[in-house]
């Protein structure tokens, strides 16, 4: 029993910190880039107040060109697994390309914490606060 506890409090403890990361993105970054939208609605069940972008919803040039007119600095949360990182790649490259900042610390911590808790998609953080709250 001591051991569901102890795993209870862990993932809450990194809950918090995804709430925390997010609630510092709101201010670092114009807009997010998510898969789909179970990605988007885990942000916004997180706390981030920016814009919200799917990428699976336009092709990358539109998306690119969207982009590029509004928001000078984004961070990218495709999922973790390997389409997701190319993905990631892809769209990153194509921003900078077009004079867009992409911001790759908050990808970098998303990653970390997640990894902390054996999920690889944005939309799994919500089974974290499932099994929680």
């Given at each position: 029993?001591?051991r569901?506890n ?6 809450y ?13 709101n201010?670092d970054?114009?807009?997010?880039i ?28 539109e998306?690119v ?19 997701g990182?190319?993905?990631n790649?892809?769209l ?5 390309k ?9 990808r970098t ?17 919500y ?7």
């Amino acid at each position: 029993m001591a051991r569901i506890n102890e795993e209870e409090r862990w993932k809450y403890e990194i809950y918090k910190e995804l709430e925390n990361l997010i609630s510092k993105m709101n201010y670092d970054v114009d807009a997010a880039i998510v898969e789909g939208p179970h990605d988007k609605k885990t942000l916004k069940l997180l706390g981030y107040t920016k814009p919200i972008l799917i990428c699976s919803k336009r092709s990358h040039n539109e998306l690119v060109d969207l982009i590029a007119k509004r928001y000078p600095r984004i961070v990218v949360l495709t999922d973790f697994d390997e389409q997701g990182v190319i993905l990631n790649k892809k769209l990153s490259d194509l921003f900078e390309k077009r004079g867009v900042k992409v911001d790759r610390f908050y990808r970098t911590k998303f990653l970390k914490l997640l990894k902390a808790v054996r999920i690889s998609t944005i939309e799994g953080i919500y089974s974290i606060k499932h099994a929680l709250f």
